[in-house]
């Protein structure tokens, strides 16, 4: 069975960072593009940041850029996205997803990824 699993969220103070790391199993993540997904209450879910197969290209949201790091581990078959200089509007449960790519592409389009996480809650408040 194909799973995703994501964990480090939690409530962190505005200006703090959280390592979130999202964890396969069932597959190997070599040949799989991963992306992360934000939802706020109230709103739709956002495109965070994504990375290809091999880690080689990634791409930010402009909100996030300068402050997200994404970054892979094959091995580990782990996705992580590093957080730093959080903001309240931060908030929000994080998801990762996975879709197969061959060709190093990269998205942060939602309906191109076939596979979610459960979400871990980011919380950014004083």
């Known amino acids: 069975q194909l799973q995703l699993v994501e964990s480090g969220g939690g409530l962190v103070q505005p200006g703090g960072s959280l390592r979130l790391s999202c964890v396969a199993s069932?597959?190997?993540?070599?040949?799989?593009?991963i992306a992360w997904f934000r939802q706020a209450p109230g709103k739709e879910r956002e495109g965070v940041s994504c990375?290809?197969?091999?880690?080689?290209?990634?791409n930010y949201a402009d909100s996030v850029k300068g402050r997200f790091t994404i970054s892979r581990d094959n091995a580990k078959n782990t996705v992580f996205l590093q957080t730093k200089s959080l903001k309240p509007e931060d908030t929000g449960v994080y998801y990762c997803?996975?879709?197969?790519?061959?060709?190093?592409?990269?998205?942060?389009?939602?309906?191109?990824?076939?596979?979610w996480g459960q979400g871990t809650q980011v919380t950014v408040s004083s």
């Open positions: 997803a996975a879709r197969e790519s061959l060709f190093e592409d990269i998205s942060l389009t939602e309906y191109e990824y076939d596979y």
């Open positions: 990375i290809s197969s091999s880690g080689g290209k990634t």
């Open positions: 069932g597959f190997t993540l070599d040949y799989y593009a």
